[in-house]
Structures are given as structure tokens and as C-alpha cells.
């Protein structure tokens, strides 16, 4: 089932409203070297998926959404993607050699992946975006705009993209309080990517989201049903 363009275009309207009477003021981007820019410190920088410096994405592969109030220089909300570099493999053999080249163990020494990955990263492949940097301003937060955020970045991964897939890391914690499916998740997997030794900076693990192509498409109509 392939969504119109115009249910995309109302869907999107009706989440720009919803932020525009709000006092946000929305602005998109194609370089993720200039969106690092209008971050403020509290934000901490891009992650290394989104770092320019470790990444250089082209123009065509990279997308961010900034929500900035009234007066104010910096983002007070944010959210990157990018169209990941598959070129042929599943998403979990991509895993295999990109996390080694972004993230460390305890030890200081590059993660190692099991090869026992969860089946749904074995399944996932042909056009895929990864939705990540999730970011509302603390002061912000727990107002609904994380969740209109982060569908209003897959509904221009999708436009941009006609993705077959989009995912996105959630801390576990979040995820099994509910959150991969109050945001519009269909697929998850508590335990999303798995490793021979944790990653420093997770060493919890990851919970992996994700949205085939219909759940995309559903999701756009639902909101632009609710318009």
C-alpha cells in the first residue's frame, strides 16, 4: 500500500500546526555540520551516528528537524536521520562492521557483535533510515513533543526516502515502560543489538524500533485522519 503524497503533505501540516501554535518555529536541514552548530552545550554534540566528522554523509543521505522558540539562537529540540549504506546487506551485517568503527567496549578496544542478532535485524533491508539524536530541551520535556518530534522526522524520511524501513535505539528502560509503542513503533525488540562485550556508552544494551513501509504508511494516515 503506497500512501499519497497529499495524506503525507496533510499529515505533516498537522504536526507543523500543533508546534507552530506551541511557539515553535521549525527548521529542516540537509548537514548535519551545520546542525551541530545551533545545538546548545546541554545538548551535548551529534552522536557519533550523526558526527560529521566520523560520518561526512552527503547531502542526499542526511535529514534533521530543529525546533527553535521565539528569540532564541539555539535548538530547544531536535532529531537527526540518515539513510543507512546497506548496499545490498541486512541491517544486521551492517551493525557488524559499523559498530566497531564508532563505539568501544569498557576495555577501550572496538565492540565485538555476537553473531546471534536479533532475527528482525536479519529481516530488515533495501531502504532504511535510522532516526536518531532524539533530543527535547529538559525544561521541555514530558509535553508530548518528543513523540510529535520523532513522527514527524519519519514522515520526512519518508518523503525523502520512500524508506522500506526506519529505525531507532531506545534506552531499555524506555522502551519496556512503553514508549516504542506510544510513539508510533510497530516493531521491537527489547534487546536490539547484542554484543560480545557491551558498548562504554550502553552498557545496558539498546532496545531496537523500528517501522516496516505499511506501518509508515499507517501512521501517516492515522495522522492525517486525526486533522
Given at each position: 500500500m503506497v500512501v499519497a503524497r497529499l495524506v503525507l503533505y496533510q499529515a505533516a501540516a498537522k504536526l507543523i500546526s500543533e508546534f507552530e501554535k506551541n511557539?515553535?518555529?521549525?527548521?529542516?536541514?540537509?548537514?548535519?555540520?551545520?546542525?551541530?552548530k545551533a545545538l546548545p552545550k546541554v545538548k551535548g554534540g551529534l552522536t557519533?551516528?550523526?558526527a560529521?566528522?566520523?560520518n561526512g554523509q552527503s547531502k542526499e543521505n542526511a535529514a534533521w528537524i530543529g525546533l527553535?522558540?521565539?528569540g532564541e539562537k539555539k535548538f530547544c529540540g531536535f532529531a537527526a536521520i540518515r539513510l543507512e549504506p546497506l548496499q545490498g546487506m541486512v541491517l544486521s551485517d551492517f551493525w557488524a562492521s559499523y559498530w566497531r568503527?564508532?563505539?568501544d567496549d569498557v576495555n577501550g578496544n572496538p565492540v565485538q557483535?555476537?553473531?546471534a542478532q536479533p532475527e528482525i535485524a536479519k529481516r530488515i533491508s533495501g531502504q532504511v533510515g535510522y532516526l536518531g539524536d532524539l533530543w527535547i530541551r529538559p525544561d521541555l520535556r514530558k509535553?508530548?513533543?518528543?513523540?510529535?518530534?520523532?513522527?514527524?522526522?519519519?514522515?520526512?524520511?519518508?518523503?525523502?526516502?520512500?524508506?522500506?524501513?526506519?529505525?531507532?535505539?531506545?534506552?531499555?528502560?524506555?522502551?519496556l515502560n512503553g514508549n516504542g509503542a506510544r510513539w508510533g513503533w510497530m516493531v521491537g525488540q527489547p534487546d536490539g543489538i547484542r554484543f560480545e562485550v557491551p558498548?562504554?556508552?550502553?552498557?545496558e544494551g539498546l532496545a531496537l524500533c523500528a517501522n516496516p513501509s505499511y506501518a509508515l504508511t499507517q501512521l501517516i494516515e492515522d495522522i492525517a485522519r486525526d486533522a
Open positions: 511557539g515553535f518555529e521549525i527548521l529542516q536541514g540537509d548537514s548535519f555540520a551545520d546542525a551541530a557519533p551516528h550523526f560529521h566528522s566520523l527553535r522558540l521565539p568503527l564508532r563505539y557483535m555476537t553473531d509535553l508530548g513533543y518528543a513523540r510529535r518530534l520523532m513522527e514527524l522526522a519519519q514522515l520526512l524520511a519518508f518523503d525523502l526516502w520512500r524508506l522500506d524501513w526506519i529505525y531507532c535505539w531506545m534506552r531499555p528502560a524506555d522502551f558498548a562504554r556508552d550502553f552498557p
